[in-house]
Protein backbone atom coordinates (compact mmCIF):
# COMPACT_ATOMS: atom_id res chain seq x y z
CA UNK A 1 0.00 0.00 0.00
CA UNK A 2 3.14 1.76 -0.01
CA UNK A 3 3.01 3.62 -3.67
CA UNK A 4 2.75 7.26 -4.61
CA UNK A 5 2.01 8.74 -7.86
CA UNK A 6 3.05 12.67 -8.39
CA UNK A 7 0.75 15.55 -8.51
CA UNK A 8 1.81 17.36 -11.60
CA UNK A 9 -1.10 20.21 -10.55
CA UNK A 10 1.53 21.02 -7.28
CA UNK A 11 4.83 21.69 -9.38
CA UNK A 12 5.27 17.94 -8.51
CA UNK A 13 4.84 17.81 -5.03
CA UNK A 14 4.88 13.90 -4.48
CA UNK A 15 1.16 12.72 -2.98
CA UNK A 16 0.46 9.21 -2.41
CA UNK A 17 -2.57 8.66 -4.80
CA UNK A 18 -3.02 4.79 -3.98
CA UNK A 19 -2.69 5.29 -0.50
CA UNK A 20 -5.09 8.15 -0.67
CA UNK A 21 -7.37 5.81 -2.38
CA UNK A 22 -7.05 3.74 0.65
CA UNK A 23 -7.44 6.09 3.50
CA UNK A 24 -10.39 7.54 1.66
CA UNK A 25 -11.70 3.40 1.27
CA UNK A 26 -11.37 4.00 5.13
CA UNK A 27 -13.55 6.97 5.64
CA UNK A 28 -16.11 5.13 3.39
CA UNK A 29 -16.29 2.29 5.51
CA UNK A 30 -16.52 4.09 8.61
CA UNK A 31 -19.04 5.58 7.30
CA UNK A 32 -20.85 3.20 6.37
CA UNK A 33 -25.03 2.47 7.86
CA UNK A 34 -24.27 0.19 10.40
CA UNK A 35 -26.99 -2.07 9.69
CA UNK A 36 -24.78 -3.54 6.04
CA UNK A 37 -22.83 -6.19 7.45
CA UNK A 38 -22.61 -8.64 3.79
CA UNK A 39 -18.88 -9.78 4.87
CA UNK A 40 -19.50 -13.70 3.57
CA UNK A 41 -20.85 -12.17 0.64
CA UNK A 42 -17.77 -10.77 -0.32
CA UNK A 43 -15.76 -13.13 0.68
CA UNK A 44 -17.01 -15.72 -0.99
CA UNK A 45 -15.62 -13.60 -4.28
CA UNK A 46 -12.59 -14.37 -3.91
CA UNK A 47 -10.97 -18.13 -4.79
CA UNK A 48 -11.16 -20.83 -1.87
CA UNK A 49 -7.34 -20.67 -1.39
CA UNK A 50 -6.84 -17.36 -0.61
CA UNK A 51 -9.21 -16.85 2.33
CA UNK A 52 -7.37 -16.47 5.41
CA UNK A 53 -9.48 -16.99 8.48
CA UNK A 54 -12.77 -14.63 8.55
CA UNK A 55 -11.74 -12.45 5.86
CA UNK A 56 -9.29 -12.14 2.51
CA UNK A 57 -5.73 -11.85 4.13
CA UNK A 58 -4.48 -7.82 4.27
CA UNK A 59 -0.92 -8.80 4.19
CA UNK A 60 -0.20 -8.27 0.34
CA UNK A 61 -3.19 -10.09 -0.06
CA UNK A 62 -3.07 -9.53 -4.10
CA UNK A 63 0.79 -10.42 -4.35
CA UNK A 64 1.32 -12.60 -7.14
CA UNK A 65 2.07 -16.05 -6.04
CA UNK A 66 2.95 -16.88 -9.61
CA UNK A 67 5.64 -14.57 -10.84
CA UNK A 68 7.59 -15.50 -13.45
CA UNK A 69 11.10 -14.39 -13.70
CA UNK A 70 12.53 -15.80 -17.31
CA UNK A 71 16.52 -15.44 -16.67
CA UNK A 72 17.28 -17.69 -18.39
CA UNK A 73 15.20 -15.83 -21.43
CA UNK A 74 16.07 -13.40 -23.54
CA UNK A 75 13.51 -10.53 -24.02
CA UNK A 76 12.77 -11.31 -27.55
CA UNK A 77 11.84 -14.85 -26.20
CA UNK A 78 8.98 -13.72 -24.02
CA UNK A 79 8.09 -11.18 -25.97
CA UNK A 80 6.72 -13.55 -28.24
CA UNK A 81 4.57 -15.32 -25.98
CA UNK A 82 1.93 -14.39 -23.25
CA UNK A 83 3.97 -14.08 -19.84
CA UNK A 84 1.22 -13.85 -17.48
CA UNK A 85 -0.51 -18.00 -17.96
CA UNK A 86 -2.31 -17.60 -14.62
CA UNK A 87 -4.42 -14.77 -13.27
CA UNK A 88 -7.23 -16.56 -12.51
CA UNK A 89 -7.03 -16.19 -8.28
CA UNK A 90 -6.98 -12.45 -8.83
CA UNK A 91 -11.07 -10.98 -8.89
CA UNK A 92 -11.97 -8.26 -10.99
CA UNK A 93 -13.91 -5.66 -9.32
CA UNK A 94 -14.87 -3.66 -12.22
CA UNK A 95 -17.29 -6.64 -13.00
CA UNK A 96 -18.70 -6.49 -9.91
CA UNK A 97 -21.73 -4.93 -8.49
CA UNK A 98 -21.27 -3.10 -5.12
CA UNK A 99 -23.47 -0.42 -3.37
CA UNK A 100 -22.09 0.88 -0.27
CA UNK A 101 -24.68 2.38 1.71
CA UNK A 102 -22.94 5.20 2.89
CA UNK A 103 -24.11 8.16 5.21
CA UNK A 104 -23.21 11.28 2.81
CA UNK A 105 -22.51 13.98 5.87
CA UNK A 106 -20.74 11.44 7.46
CA UNK A 107 -17.41 10.64 5.05
CA UNK A 108 -17.92 14.77 4.68
CA UNK A 109 -17.40 15.12 8.21
CA UNK A 110 -14.51 12.58 8.11
CA UNK A 111 -12.94 14.08 4.95
CA UNK A 112 -12.94 17.73 6.29
CA UNK A 113 -11.68 16.70 9.56
CA UNK A 114 -8.81 14.92 7.74
CA UNK A 115 -7.69 18.02 5.39
CA UNK A 116 -8.82 21.43 7.24
CA UNK A 117 -7.04 23.62 4.44
CA UNK A 118 -9.02 22.50 1.92
CA UNK A 119 -12.45 22.45 3.60
CA UNK A 120 -13.70 24.87 0.88
CA UNK A 121 -12.86 22.40 -2.26
CA UNK A 122 -13.84 19.53 -0.32
CA UNK A 123 -17.66 21.04 0.86
CA UNK A 124 -17.94 22.70 -3.24
CA UNK A 125 -16.80 19.05 -4.98
CA UNK A 126 -18.51 16.42 -2.49
CA UNK A 127 -21.83 16.80 -3.90
CA UNK A 128 -21.10 15.29 -7.02
CA UNK A 129 -20.19 12.04 -5.67
CA UNK A 130 -22.97 8.62 -5.86
CA UNK A 131 -22.08 7.21 -2.59
CA UNK A 132 -23.91 4.30 -4.30
CA UNK A 133 -21.37 4.02 -7.43
CA UNK A 134 -18.23 5.06 -5.08
CA UNK A 135 -16.82 1.70 -5.24
CA UNK A 136 -18.10 1.09 -9.32
CA UNK A 137 -15.93 4.25 -9.91
CA UNK A 138 -12.35 3.30 -8.04
CA UNK A 139 -12.80 -0.06 -9.10
CA UNK A 140 -12.42 1.57 -12.59
CA UNK A 141 -10.00 4.23 -11.87
CA UNK A 142 -7.48 1.33 -10.63
CA UNK A 143 -8.72 -0.57 -13.72
CA UNK A 144 -7.85 2.36 -15.92
CA UNK A 145 -4.06 3.28 -13.82
CA UNK A 146 -3.01 -0.49 -13.97
CA UNK A 147 -3.61 -0.99 -17.16
CA UNK A 148 -1.76 2.41 -18.66
CA UNK A 149 1.00 1.19 -16.01
CA UNK A 150 0.83 -1.70 -17.79
CA UNK A 151 1.11 -0.98 -21.38
CA UNK A 152 4.23 1.66 -20.10
CA UNK A 153 6.24 -1.21 -18.72
CA UNK A 154 5.23 -3.16 -22.14
CA UNK A 155 6.45 -0.07 -24.31
CA UNK A 156 9.80 0.65 -22.47
CA UNK A 157 10.46 -3.36 -22.92
CA UNK A 158 9.75 -3.99 -26.03
CA UNK A 159 12.19 -0.05 -26.98
CA UNK A 160 14.78 -2.15 -25.17
CA UNK A 161 15.00 1.10 -22.39
CA UNK A 162 16.12 0.23 -18.79
CA UNK A 163 13.94 2.83 -16.83
CA UNK A 164 16.65 3.06 -14.39
CA UNK A 165 17.24 -1.12 -12.95
CA UNK A 166 21.09 -1.84 -12.18
CA UNK A 167 23.46 -3.48 -10.36
CA UNK A 168 26.64 -0.66 -9.53
CA UNK A 169 29.86 -1.99 -7.90
CA UNK A 170 28.43 -3.43 -5.68
CA UNK A 171 25.69 -5.77 -5.45
CA UNK A 172 22.53 -4.12 -4.25
CA UNK A 173 20.06 -2.90 -7.27
CA UNK A 174 18.86 -0.10 -8.07
CA UNK A 175 15.35 0.23 -9.43
CA UNK A 176 13.35 3.11 -11.04
CA UNK A 177 10.43 1.14 -11.89
CA UNK A 178 7.80 1.66 -9.28
CA UNK A 179 5.28 3.60 -8.92
CA UNK A 180 6.59 7.01 -7.25
CA UNK A 181 7.63 7.50 -10.40
CA UNK A 182 4.94 8.36 -12.16
CA UNK A 183 2.38 12.24 -12.81
CA UNK A 184 -1.27 11.76 -12.37
CA UNK A 185 -1.38 14.15 -15.53
CA UNK A 186 -4.46 16.85 -15.45
CA UNK A 187 -6.18 16.38 -18.53
CA UNK A 188 -5.84 14.49 -21.87
CA UNK A 189 -6.59 11.03 -22.96
CA UNK A 190 -4.47 9.53 -20.29
CA UNK A 191 -4.01 9.76 -16.62
CA UNK A 192 -0.46 8.65 -16.25
CA UNK A 193 3.35 9.71 -17.45
CA UNK A 194 6.18 8.27 -16.41
CA UNK A 195 9.02 10.57 -15.00
CA UNK A 196 12.74 9.92 -13.64
CA UNK A 197 15.22 9.30 -16.32
CA UNK A 198 17.53 10.51 -15.01
CA UNK A 199 19.46 7.84 -14.78
CA UNK A 200 17.76 5.55 -17.80
CA UNK A 201 19.66 3.93 -20.50
CA UNK A 202 19.18 2.35 -23.71
CA UNK A 203 20.27 -2.11 -24.51
CA UNK A 204 22.91 -0.60 -26.91
CA UNK A 205 24.44 1.96 -24.28
CA UNK A 206 24.40 -0.97 -21.44
CA UNK A 207 27.56 -1.99 -19.83
CA UNK A 208 27.99 -4.28 -17.28
CA UNK A 209 29.70 -2.92 -13.81
CA UNK A 210 28.12 -5.23 -11.46
CA UNK A 211 31.16 -7.33 -9.46
CA UNK A 212 34.20 -6.52 -11.26
CA UNK A 213 35.92 -9.36 -9.00
CA UNK A 214 33.56 -12.01 -10.53
CA UNK A 215 32.22 -10.77 -14.10
CA UNK A 216 33.89 -11.88 -17.11
CA UNK A 217 31.80 -9.16 -18.88
CA UNK A 218 32.64 -6.77 -16.52
CA UNK A 219 33.02 -3.09 -18.14
CA UNK A 220 30.96 -5.12 -21.84
CA UNK A 221 27.81 -5.35 -23.24
CA UNK A 222 25.62 -8.20 -21.23
CA UNK A 223 22.88 -9.44 -23.30
CA UNK A 224 21.57 -11.76 -20.45
CA UNK A 225 21.71 -9.41 -17.58
CA UNK A 226 20.48 -6.72 -19.94
CA UNK A 227 17.22 -8.96 -19.87
CA UNK A 228 17.19 -9.87 -16.22
CA UNK A 229 17.12 -5.82 -15.89
CA UNK A 230 14.30 -5.20 -17.90
CA UNK A 231 12.09 -8.36 -16.94
CA UNK A 232 13.48 -7.90 -12.84
CA UNK A 233 11.44 -4.32 -13.81
CA UNK A 234 8.46 -5.85 -15.01
CA UNK A 235 8.40 -7.58 -11.20
CA UNK A 236 9.40 -4.69 -9.49
CA UNK A 237 6.62 -2.67 -10.64
CA UNK A 238 3.83 -5.19 -10.21
CA UNK A 239 4.96 -5.44 -6.33
CA UNK A 240 4.75 -1.97 -6.18
CA UNK A 241 1.54 -1.47 -7.55
CA UNK A 242 0.38 -4.44 -5.33
CA UNK A 243 1.55 -2.77 -1.98
CA UNK A 244 4.69 -3.63 -1.57
CA UNK A 245 6.41 -0.45 -2.17
CA UNK A 246 8.72 -0.07 0.59
CA UNK A 247 8.90 4.43 0.60
CA UNK A 248 9.47 5.63 3.75
CA UNK A 249 7.46 8.11 3.63
CA UNK A 250 4.13 6.57 2.98
CA UNK A 251 5.33 3.15 4.72
CA UNK A 252 2.94 3.37 8.07
CA UNK A 253 0.42 6.04 5.88
CA UNK A 254 -2.42 3.92 6.20
CA UNK A 255 -1.52 1.89 9.04
CA UNK A 256 -2.52 4.90 11.29
CA UNK A 257 -6.29 4.15 10.11
CA UNK A 258 -7.39 1.92 12.89
CA UNK A 259 -11.05 0.97 13.61
CA UNK A 260 -12.11 1.27 16.68
CA UNK A 261 -14.47 -0.29 19.50
CA UNK A 262 -16.99 1.50 18.69
CA UNK A 263 -17.46 0.65 14.98
CA UNK A 264 -19.38 -1.84 14.16
CA UNK A 265 -17.54 -5.84 14.17
CA UNK A 266 -17.95 -5.74 10.38
CA UNK A 267 -16.20 -2.72 9.01
CA UNK A 268 -12.64 -3.83 9.75
CA UNK A 269 -12.81 -7.50 7.38
CA UNK A 270 -14.88 -5.75 4.98
CA UNK A 271 -12.24 -2.65 4.22
CA UNK A 272 -9.83 -5.14 4.29
CA UNK A 273 -12.19 -7.10 1.66
CA UNK A 274 -12.75 -4.03 -0.89
CA UNK A 275 -9.15 -2.98 -0.41
CA UNK A 276 -8.14 -6.39 -1.75
CA UNK A 277 -10.54 -6.30 -4.49
CA UNK A 278 -8.96 -3.08 -5.66
CA UNK A 279 -5.46 -4.26 -5.52
CA UNK A 280 -6.80 -7.27 -7.73
CA UNK A 281 -8.29 -5.35 -9.98
CA UNK A 282 -5.18 -2.61 -10.35
CA UNK A 283 -2.55 -5.98 -10.71
CA UNK A 284 -4.57 -7.86 -13.15
CA UNK A 285 -4.98 -5.06 -15.66
CA UNK A 286 -1.35 -3.98 -15.45
CA UNK A 287 -0.82 -7.73 -16.54
CA UNK A 288 -3.28 -7.65 -19.57
CA UNK A 289 -1.85 -4.26 -20.81
CA UNK A 290 1.51 -5.79 -20.26
CA UNK A 291 0.76 -9.16 -22.37
CA UNK A 292 -1.33 -6.51 -25.00
CA UNK A 293 -4.12 -8.41 -24.30
CA UNK A 294 -7.53 -6.68 -25.89
CA UNK A 295 -9.15 -4.44 -23.04
CA UNK A 296 -12.16 -2.66 -22.54
CA UNK A 297 -13.16 0.27 -20.08
CA UNK A 298 -15.38 2.90 -19.89
CA UNK A 299 -13.28 6.10 -20.44
CA UNK A 300 -12.70 7.67 -17.33
CA UNK A 301 -14.95 11.40 -16.71
CA UNK A 302 -11.73 13.90 -16.31
CA UNK A 303 -14.87 16.55 -14.86
CA UNK A 304 -17.10 14.38 -12.74
CA UNK A 305 -16.96 12.43 -9.76
CA UNK A 306 -14.36 10.21 -10.96
CA UNK A 307 -12.03 13.66 -10.94
CA UNK A 308 -13.12 14.65 -7.39
CA UNK A 309 -12.05 10.83 -6.15
CA UNK A 310 -8.47 11.50 -7.64
CA UNK A 311 -8.29 14.83 -6.21
CA UNK A 312 -9.69 13.72 -2.79
CA UNK A 313 -6.96 10.63 -2.42
CA UNK A 314 -4.55 13.15 -3.61
CA UNK A 315 -5.56 15.66 -0.31
CA UNK A 316 -5.66 12.66 1.86
CA UNK A 317 -2.11 12.35 2.12
CA UNK A 318 -1.29 16.12 1.67
CA UNK A 319 0.84 15.88 4.73
CA UNK A 320 2.98 12.92 3.63
CA UNK A 321 5.03 14.44 1.29
CA UNK A 322 7.72 12.36 -0.33
Known sequence: MLWSISDTRR???????????????????KSMQTDYANVPTFQAMFPKERHEKEWVDLTFGCLPCYWKYLEDQKYVDFNQSKIYTNSSYLVNAV??????????????SFLIGQTPLFNDFIKENFQVLDSKELFK?????????????GIICRTFGDAGLNWGSYCDHSAEMHCNAHGNNYVLLPKGNRLLAPVDFDISFFREDYIDINKPEENALYGKY???????????????????????EVASNFQSTIYQYEFSSTDASYKKPLFLILQTLLRD??????????????????????EGSMKTIMDLALLMTDKYIA
Request: with cysteine.
Open 137 to 149: ELALIYATLGMEC
Open 281 to 302: TLILYFRKAFDKDEISLPKINR
Open 95 to 108: DLSIPLKVEKESLL
Open 222 to 244: NEKEFDSLINNERLMMELSLAGG
Open 11 to 29: EMAKHSLFTGFEVLLYFIV
